[in-house]
């Protein structure tokens, strides 16, 4: 006979249940240490009412509202086409019984003495207007793209509420787009999905005169974040952080892909994105590869992916984020909240090893991160102390996200047809995303999709780096046993082209025009292109020809000026460049000089040039 689990014992629970925050903290260290699984303890409501802390991932998001309180850059939206007949009284109630549901969409977020706090409104004082703006001159489609795009910009003040807005648009006779906008601190992917499946049913069953058919919320997101930080701060914490620290350990840069702007000082989070999919074809084989190599899809493109940045960037440290739904316990699966986590996978390539042998290294990788995926990752950020920049993201900057299940048919709500809107990416939180969908049909391919910064990338570009991924999945199915640095990226017009066009490398330069004046000529045709990248330093056309005029106003004054030679002791950089061209905006010639060079044969170099 099974002895019952103390853990969770009637006596146990309501003993929890009536402990402040901090008591149940102090009594889950004391668990810990005596060797119980806390884990294993339900998640139970909090014991407080009225403000309580964030959780951490909340806090992050706080942190950064109020760098950029401007910003939509962290708004979730989620547009549906509802087709056929629609009852809007019906769908604004609906709209009020998930709120109503939902504590996190009546939450509401301040500061006091200097503590990031949360306050749940209640139901009747936080109802989300269900806005139906005229259609106006505009076609249908038109009006769909100026309705997400204007939903996409929106900003939210976290301090007020509600963080979520609805837009009804009537795009004709039965035929309805409605538009569901959030911010990221109170939701995430998988709650928009929630989301909708319960305005769904709320729809379904009002018209109905039913009930919802929908289970009971033992808790809401207010007692997990609670919960989350009882339980990691009993020691759980320690134990996930160590291994992140050995996992990440070592001196990350910047991920160096190269770029058609210079990165800005500050992210402006504007964003763009490109769809395209994998052939069904190629899709099913990469399937078979993976269950030859005892891996999952997720590994196998992951790992693709990784092999790619390696090739664009040459760097052999290659760290990737990849966000994780963070829903391990049965009472968090139906709560809307921002429970996603994101994890760094870092990987370590080398040209010379085969492709199957560091597959093997990202399955073991993910198996351990996935042992390991409770620890927030702003706590990772706040132990490992990246150096921060506005420019750009702490510890990667180019994310892989897999999901599931992408069915891409629609729903039937009694006569009302419901079918999925895609969205246009207009802001880019990272430099780089790949989104790739499983369908739910297995003969149907990949759907993937590139989100990229626009102060960063040109459209060409991104175009390019999907061709080359789809270039490098049909190069590793083909023989997964070739080298990282032999598998090709180039498809056969690109490879004929290197090989013939791109030899050809004759070119006729004006006698009359000297090297400073070309150079003046493309600053005139493409300022803002990059004209000079060492390590991750750039400079565009104009940066180099600013720079360059200062250094040869100071030459002339100097006495520099035609048949003047001007010796140059410097090591490979972007001043070496700059001072070449000052010498001749100057009018004088340079002479190169070796700083590794012996003493003597410098002193001869220059007494030689006298």
Not at 87 to 115: I, K, M
């Amino acid at each position: 006979m099974l002895k019952p689990d103390p853990l969770r014992s009637q006596e146990m629970l309501e003993r929890i249940k009536g402990l402040e925050g901090h008591k149940r903290q102090q009594l889950f260290s004391k668990l810990a240490q005596s060797g119980v699984n806390v884990a294993r303890l339900p998640i139970l409501p909090a014991s407080e009412t009225g403000a309580l802390p964030m959780s951490y991932a909340q806090q992050r998001q706080w942190f950064l509202w109020q760098l950029e309180p401007r910003s939509s850059a962290y708004n979730i939206s989620s547009a549906i086409r509802l087709q056929g007949p629609l009852d809007a009284h019906v769908l604004a109630r609906s709209v009020d019984h998930v709120v109503a549901r939902h504590a996190s969409l009546r939450t509401v977020f301040f500061e006091d003495n200097g503590q990031a706090l949360q306050r749940v409104l209640p139901a009747d004082s936080a109802r989300v207007v269900v806005d139906n703006p005229a259609l106006g001159a505009a076609t249908p489609g038109q009006a769909i793209d100026q309705c997400l795009a204007v939903e996409a910009a929106w900003v939210f003040d976290l301090t007020q509420g509600p963080l979520m807005r609805v837009r009804l648009l009537n795009l004709g006779p039965d035929d309805h787009l409605l538009v569901v906008t959030v911010h990221h601190i109170i939701t995430d992917g998988w709650s928009m999905g929630i989301m909708v499946q319960e305005l769904l049913e709320y729809y379904r069953a009002d018209l109905a005169g039913e009930v919802a058919d929908l289970p009971a919320l033992s808790i809401q997101y207010l007692d997990y974040a609670q919960w989350q930080r009882q339980w990691l701060e009993a020691g759980e914490r320690e134990r996930q952080l160590a291994y992140w620290q050995r996992q990440l350990a070592g001196e990350q840069s910047v991920l160096a892909l190269p770029l058609d702007h210079v990165r800005p000082a500050v992210q402006s989070y504007g964003g763009a994105s490109l769809d395209f999919s994998v052939p069904p074809a190629l899709t099913e084989r990469l399937r078979a590869l993976a269950q030859h190599q005892d891996v999952s899809l997720f590994m196998l493109l992951l790992g693709a992916f990784q092999v790619l940045l390696f090739r664009y960037s040459g760097q052999t440290d290659i760290r990737v984020g990849v966000p994780v739904a963070n829903r391990n316990r049965l009472e968090t699966e139906r709560l809307i909240g921002f429970f996603v986590n994101t994890q760094v996978f870092k990987a370590d390539l080398d040209g010379t090893r085969r492709f199957d042998g560091f597959l093997q290294d990202v399955r073991r990788i993910a198996q351990e991160a996935q042992d390991h995926q409770d620890l927030p990752f702003e706590q990772l950020v706040q132990a490992l102390h990246p150096e921060r920049s506005l420019s750009h993201s702490p510890l990667f900057q180019v994310m892989y996200n897999h999901q599931q299940g992408s069915a891409g048919a629609g729903a039937q709500v009694g006569d009302l047809h419901v079918q999925a809107v895609p969205r246009p990416q207009v802001s880019s939180q990272f430099d780089l995303t790949l989104d790739v969908s499983e369908p739910v049909d297995p003969g149907q391919g990949l759907a993937a999709t590139f989100t990229y910064a626009t102060d960063l990338f040109e459209a060409a570009s991104v175009e390019r780096l999907s061709r080359h991924w789809l270039n490098l999945l049909h190069a590793i199915v083909a023989n997964p046993a070739q080298s990282l640095g032999e598998l090709p990226l180039l498809d056969a017009y690109e490879q004929r082209e290197l090989s013939q066009g791109w030899n050809t490398t004759a070119t006729v330069y004006p006698l009359e025009r000297a090297v400073h004046q070309l150079i003046a000529d493309q600053v005139a045709r493409t300022p803002q292109a990059i004209a000079l990248q060492f390590g991750e330093q750039q400079l565009t056309y104009r940066e180099l020809d600013q720079r360059a005029n200062q250094l040869a106003h100071q030459l002339i004054s100097l006495g520099v000026g035609p048949d003047v030679l001007v010796g140059l002791a410097m090591e490979r950089s972007l001043e070496m460049v700059i001072g070449l061209l000052a010498v001749l905006k100057a009018g004088g010639a340079y002479v190169p000089l070796d700083p590794d060079y012996p003493t003597e044969r410098l002193t001869y170099m220059i007494e030689d040039s006298a």
